[in-house]
């Protein structure tokens, strides 16, 4: 469906005008003609005749013809009402501000049901209920309370809250060339969500960078496939809420503890593209390099700074996130020397000009440094001392900039003495910075992006799916009613379903154990069997490392004693690398497939790659080696290293698992051992619905 009609509309009527200068529908009012709006405005309220300065019409049909847009103003119930004279007008987009929906009670719920039913009844596109309305500084269309009108600019922004894109207009109101195209607030997302905007604002040819603050997802397989192409066109930096873990507590495996709603979200984002800022200014220093094309080149970065201890931080924060400091090359040095003189900096990155530097001392240096072609990005630190000339080296920086290609980020630390600098550097689209805190993650996530699109661009696998066979009738086998699969059911389901695995042997009296330790050959590992103990270490449910019959009694011993049982399972003991592989059924995205270290610390750890099925062995491969078992994959100490595409298909395996039985809740293989390469599940868990 087309939304320009809606986006940027020639007519618009707001229904609930008042003259109450505290109330939604004289604000609304305001705002739309305080933002320059040029189309046909339409205000309508019986009480009223005028409105400033414009007729105020008795109702929506006495207007006498079809408007592109209608902004109900009016409590919910009305609103409700109203969409039948919008049906009647004939006009196809409608704007409700009221709450008291979903978000307040059942009853509020099931009132927002109806407005669900009589939206898609008289096929309307509807933003709202419970949301602020929408800006295009595009066409001049602000139908918001906010309190200022919205600053013109590039940005297209997607706000769950109100509040928050009150604030951002407010930020932005007081910078220069740093604004929306567009600004649109979802609301209780009745029937438009934050996929529908993502595909507007992606063919948007005014805004060059998307924004979103988001709490949740409406559809969770339908935000990724759109997200992924829309990333594809454009930067999409997101501000996600909801950071704490609060939904893993009622988890049964490692796996479902480490799958906590916000690391899943993370996953959905890195896999698709996305950019994720932690932090409000975060969030403003990406879209702040966005908005001003000043985008880093690529990781390589040069530093100019009058102060020494300042430039090492800089360069600590961008080291830690894998960027690298530019080697200053001999015609480079030589530019310098020819300058400044060979006793005035030093020849290595970041470059300390010292801190009597002047504005001829930054320039000579930009103009040395310029040279060198590998430059990704410059950041130039500027402290205010006694001989700083702090305007005369902002308008060198600029110069600078408008023959350079690569950006410039000047970072002028201090109050009172630089800030009319930031405001010069923002006139001239300078992305300058008051400290460094944010622009090093800044720049690390936009590169971290860059190669995203480059992989995309150039990755040719496919969504794999190693085992065609169907698994289906492997989990019909499982009886009615239970919830947990004990360790021999769950060993058998990795095996049919391909995952190579340790075999193991359930033993029922001490003289066939003797018997089958003959067979397997020491060393051996014991655990207890139960179908109803979970975490076998907290009960002291394994024993690894029996060498002799003396051993292995003992261990019977041991753990029989445990369950009251006779029965244990017994393994061959493998030595190697632990890892874990699991996978979770999400509520939003559906099954989760998690990759790290394994082992009894693997929830300690927290080392894992997550990965929402399916995926690809590029994204797949990509992820894996963003972790710290990227050692492990390559050989480490030694070892040899592992064949990623055979971990990879056992990940996909899980996930084929997950995707085909809905039944299917967790599942551990914990762990997964690495011996000379190859992978064996020896030890697993299966939660059921």
């Known amino acids: 469906m087309s939304l320009q009609s809606f986006f940027n509309p020639s007519s618009v009527a707001i229904v609930g005008v008042s003259e109450d200068v505290k109330k939604v529908g004289y604000l609304v009012a305001r705002s739309l003609l ?48 109203m969409l039948d004279e919008v049906k009647e007008n004939g006009c196809k987009n409608v704007v409700i501000f009221a709450a008291g929906f979903k978000e307040t009670s059942e009853q509020g719920a099931l009132k927002e049901e109806v407005l669900a039913q009589k939206i898609k009844k008289y096929d309307l596109n509807l933003l709202g209920p419970n949301c602020i309305g929408f800006v295009s500084t595009v066409s001049g269309t602000n139908v918001t309370f906010l309190k200022h009108s919205a600053p013109v600019g590039n940005i297209g922004c997607i706000s769950q809250s109100g509040a928050l894109g009150s604030l951002m207009v407010d930020y932005m109101a007081d910078h220069k060339n740093f604004g929306f195209s567009y600004f649109i607030s979802l609301g ?22 998307i924004a979103m603050y988001l709490e949740d997802v409406k559809d969770g397989k339908r935000f990724m496939k759109v997200l992924r192409e829309v990333a594809c066109k454009k930067p999409v930096v997101i501000l996600k809420s909801g950071s704490t873990e609060e939904g893993s507590k009622a988890a049964v495996s490692h796996t479902g503890s480490m799958m906590g709603d916000d690391a899943i979200y993370s996953s959905v984002f890195e896999q698709c593209g996305a950019i994720r800022a932690k932090q409000l200014f975060e969030f403003m220093a990406l879209l702040k390099l ?21 430039g090492v931080l800089l360069t600590d924060e961008l080291i830690k996130r894998n960027m690298s400091l530019v080697t ?68 060198v920086i600029a110069d600078a900039q408008d023959w350079f290609d690569t950006p410039i980020y000047p970072i002028f630390m201090g109050e009172k003495s630089v800030g009319h ?17 944010f622009l090093p993650i800044a720049i690390a996530k936009i590169i971290a992006y860059k190669d995203w699109l480059e ?57 066939e154990l003797i018997q089958k330790a003959k067979e397997l050959g020491y060393p051996l590992v014991a655990k207890i069997a139960s179908d109803s103990i979970t975490h076998k270490t907290d009960v002291k449910g394994i024993v690894t490392g029996i060498h002799d019959e003396e051993e292995l009694i003992k261990a019977w011993k041991d753990l029989t004693s445990v369950t009251g049982d006779e029965h244990i399972y017994v393994q061959k003991q493998v030595k190697g690398h632990e890892l874990i592989v699991g996978a979770k059924r999400d509520h939003i995205f ?79 293989i914990n762990p997964l051992m690495i011996v000379e390469g190859e992978s064996f599940a020896v030890d697993g868990r299966v939660v059921l619905k």
């Not at 600098?421 to 805190?437: G, L, M, N, Q, R």
């Not at 496919?462 to 009613?481: A, C, E, F, T, W």
């Not at 492990?632 to 056992?650: A, E, H, Q, T, Y």
């Open 328 to 395: 200053i090359t001999e015609e480079v040095k030589q530019g310098i020397v020819k300058s400044m003189g060979s006793g005035r900096v030093s020849f290595h990155n970041p470059i300390d000009l010292l801190g009597d530097a002047s504005a001829f001392h930054y320039k000579s240096a930009i103009r040395a440094t310029m040279k060198e072609k590998r430059t990704g990005a410059v950041v130039i630190l500027l402290t205010p001392q006694a001989n700083t000339e702090i305007e005369e080296t902002a308008s």
């Open 188 to 209: 209780n997302k009745t029937a438009f969500d934050e996929c529908d905007a993502l595909e507007f604002l992606s063919e948007e040819k005014n805004t060059a960078v």
């Open 34 to 81: 305080n933002q320059g709006y040029k189309g046909e405005v339409y205000f309508i309220n019986p009480k009223y005749k005028e409105l400033l300065g414009k007729q105020v019409y008795p109702s929506l049909a006495s207007v006498g013809k079809q408007v592109d847009l209608v902004v109900l103003a009016v409590p919910g119930d009305i609103a409700l009402k």
């Open 290 to 310: 966005y908005a001003y094309e000043r985008a880093p080149i690529s990781k390589d970065i040069l530093i100019l700074s009058n102060a020494g201890g300042v």
């Open 590 to 668: 559906g099954p989760v497939v998690l990759v790290g270290l394994g082992g009894v610390y693997a929830e300690l750890l927290q080392e894992v790659a997550r990965f929402v099925y399916p995926f690809d062995e590029a994204v797949f491969q990509r992820n894996i080696m963003a972790t710290k078992m990227k050692k492990l994959i390559v050989g480490f100490r030694g070892s040899k290293p592992i064949d990623i595409s055979k971990l990879f298909m056992v990940a996909s395996l899980i996930g084929k698992l997950f995707a085909e039985n809905p039944e299917l809740m967790e599942l551990d």
């Open 455 to 511: 992989e995309e661009k150039n990755s040719k696998s496919q969504i794999s799916n190693p085992n065609q066979i169907p698994i289906r009738h492997l989990v019909d086998q499982i009886p009615n009613g239970k919830k947990l699969l004990n360790l021999s059911e769950s060993m058998n389901l990795l095996q049919e379903i391909g995952v190579p695995t340790v075999k193991l042997h359930l033993i029922s009296n001490k003289d």
């Open 421 to 437: 600098s930031h405001t010069f550097f923002e006139e001239k689209k300078i992305a300058s910075f008051s400290s460094y805190d």
